[in-house]
Structures are given as C-alpha cells and as structure tokens.
C-alpha cells in the first residue's frame, strides 16, 4: 500500500466553488481541519457546520493542532494528542489535506504540520 500523501490547502481569498473544485481535483480523502477555532468564518461557507454538510465524512476538525498564536513558529494546542489523531486519521487513506484560512502554506502552521508528519515517516 502507498503512503498517504498529505496536501495543505487555505481557503483565504477564495470563492467557496473554487476552493470545493481545488479539493476535488486534488483527489483528497479527508479534509482535516487545523484550525483552534472553525465556528466563525467567511459567510458560513467555512465553518465547522458548513465543511460538514458541504464535504460529509470527507471533513474532520482536529483542535489540538489548532493554533493559539497565529504566529509561526506555532503554538498548538495539543501538539502531542493532534499529531496522534492526525496519525490515525492517515490510516488506510490515499491523500488528506489539511486546512486553515491562510492561503500561503509557507505562512500558516499547517506548513509546519505537513513537515512535522513527513519527518515521521522518513
């Protein structure tokens, strides 16, 4: 069996069809959720709620690896407990993406989090 392939998307200046149609293409399993908060955002669209009715079992929110400084190096929530989940969560999957609104990976933790997992796997 393959590895998993972990993706990052941020929906930050997107329009919601645009940022469905990307996660599409992509071909991702699960959409994992890295935000400390996904109850208030952009017109519902990215919610917690909305991500659940729009994606189904495709999304799931890990708030342990939410983070509580908006700075980078980050500070997670839980790093230990999140990164767990997230480890179980790759289990028998081809490709997950994890989200957050910053639309530049290179600016959000979820940046950090990619590189975190892959070091792991190495």
């Not at 997107?14 to 940022?19: E, G, L, S, V, Y």
């Amino acid at each position: 069996m393959a590895p998993v392939e972990v993706v990052t998307i941020g929906y930050g200046g997107k329009k919601p069809t645009d940022f469905f149609a990307e996660i599409d293409a992509l071909g991702v399993d699960l959409v994992v959720d890295v935000r400390e908060n996904p109850f208030k955002a952009f017109l519902g669209v990215y919610t917690k709620r909305g991500l659940e009715v729009r994606l189904g079992e495709r999304y799931t929110w890990v708030k342990e690896l939410g983070n509580t400084t908006r700075e980078l190096p980050p500070t997670l929530v839980d790093e230990a407990e999140g990164m767990r989940k997230l480890r179980a969560l790759m289990e028998g999957r081809h490709r997950i993406a994890l989200l957050c609104a910053e639309k530049d990976e290179a600016m959000c933790h979820r940046g950090f989090i990619k590189a975190k997992i892959l070091a792991e796997k190495d």
